[in-house]
């Protein structure tokens, strides 16, 4: 048996949610970044923000927050790749969720998601929240729109980095776990 967290189970071979496996993707596993994926996770993430689909990290920001990170790998290449940022006590951000274009329509940035989100259960966080371009996205996952002046100021402190400042054209999403 494992860990019981209000729905989430953490097992040895990995964390389930109302007994979906969250850790496996067919040969494609779903596990914490490690230093040495640092540069494939910054070549994902910025491809995208190349594109004007997400924003760009820099590789000190990624070195800085890497535990931050999980990722998919298949063999030894990283396909896809998510963070959960604590923001406060009961607030957490899913942010950066990436996936290789030739893994994409399998299921995988759901399962980085899901594999999230069964980190913030763990830890007794009950809200999560999603700044994004791809809203949908987000709301397949569960997660529901609101006002982004709903979220904690708190949350902006990361803005006044951000090269869209103070212009954001993202949208706001968040998600209960609790519910």
């Not at 290449?77 to 006590?89: D, F, N, P, Q, S």
């Amino acid at each position: 048996m494992g860990l019981v967290l209000e729905g989430w189970l953490l097992f040895p071979a990995g964390l389930r949610y109302n007994g979906a496996e969250v850790c496996d993707v067919g040969e494609v596993q779903i596990r914490k970044a490690r230093i040495h994926d640092v540069e494939q996770i910054h070549r994902l993430i910025n491809s995208y923000a190349a594109e004007g689909l997400m924003l760009p990290r820099s590789l000190s920001m990624l070195y800085e927050s890497l535990r931050d990170f999980v990722v998919a790998q298949d063999g030894p290449r990283v396909v896809g790749t998510g963070a959960l940022h604590i923001v406060w006590e009961d607030l957490a951000e899913v942010r950066a969720v990436a996936v290789d274009p030739a893994y994409t329509r399998r299921g995988i940035g759901k399962r980085l998601v899901e594999a999230l989100l069964a980190e913030a259960g763990e830890l007794g966080i009950p809200r999560v929240f999603a700044l994004t371009y791809q809203p949908g996205f987000f709301q397949r996952c569960g997660f529901r729109p609101i006002a982004k002046e709903e979220l904690p100021q708190k949350v902006w402190r990361d803005c006044i980095n951000c090269p869209k400042f103070p212009h954001c054209d993202e949208v706001a999403l968040i998600l209960d776990l609790r519910s």
